[in-house]
Antibody, heavy 114, light 112 residues
């Protein structure tokens, strides 16, 4: 069974960088599929952030492209998200997932506040 | 970006009765490879979304056969043949044909 688990700080100050990691078990990232990040502001809908292939090829949502970096570490079977210059509008539950997505992590709430 | 529109936005259903949700995309979701990358998800309270239907009409592993999907091009429908109490939540459609991937606004389903 494929499992994903997000980890990272739950509180980030405005203008700083949000960093999250998604650990994958039950499937090797190197075997294929794209791996991505999706977020959901409290009480709102779902927004794609971007996704990555094990080769390092990435696709980002144009609305976030200037601030987002997604990277992969196949030796640790995990991938990561960095979002720079955060504001209160970036407060959300952040999910990692295997595309299309079929398997999701439980999500982690990140609050941007001083 | 492709805009996904869902109707209705909320639905109250009597257990055992059927229900359907419509999703329309602002452009055709038929990919040049002949496949249509359209999905349905259910997000139960406090949980991450779970995949119900992939590529328009294929049920994901473990999804009850009371769920079915249909459609083509820009118009898609999710049908629940007999709603059960465990089907409560928010249903989202999603397109994976065009970048960026986009979701519909969600349809909240509850039980009468």
């Amino acid at each position: 069974q494929v499992q994903l688990q997000e980890s990272g700080p739950g509180l980030v100050k405005p203008s700083e960088t949000l960093s999250l990691t998604c650990a994958v078990s039950g499937y090797s990232i190197s075997s294929g599929y794209y791996w991505g990040w999706i977020r959901q502001p409290p009480g709102k809908g779902l927004e794609w952030i971007g996704y990555i292939y094990h080769s390092g090829t990435t696709y980002y949502n144009p609305s976030l492209m200037s601030r987002v970096t997604i990277s992969v570490d196949t030796s640790k079977n995990q991938f990561s998200l960095r979002l720079t210059s955060v504001t209160a509008a970036d407060t959300a539950v952040y999910y990692c997932a295997r595309l299309p997505p079929d398997y999701w992590g439980r999500g982690t709430l990140v609050t941007v506040s001083s | 970006d492709i805009v996904m529109t869902q109707t209705p936005l909320s639905l109250s259903v009597t257990p055992g009765q059927p229900a359907s949700i419509s999703c329309k995309s602002s452009q055709s979701l038929l990919q040049s490879d002949g496949r249509t990358y359209f999905y349905w998800y259910l997000q139960k309270a406090g949980q991450s979304p779970q995949l119900l239907i992939y590529e328009v009409s294929s049920r994901f592993s473990g999804v009850p056969d009371r769920f079915s999907g249909s459609g083509s091009g820009t118009d898609f429908t999710l049908r629940i043949s007999r709603v059960e109490a465990e089907d409560v939540g928010v249903y989202y459609c999603m397109q994976g044909t065009h970048i960026p991937l986009t979701f519909g606004p969600g349809t909240r389903v509850d039980i009468k």
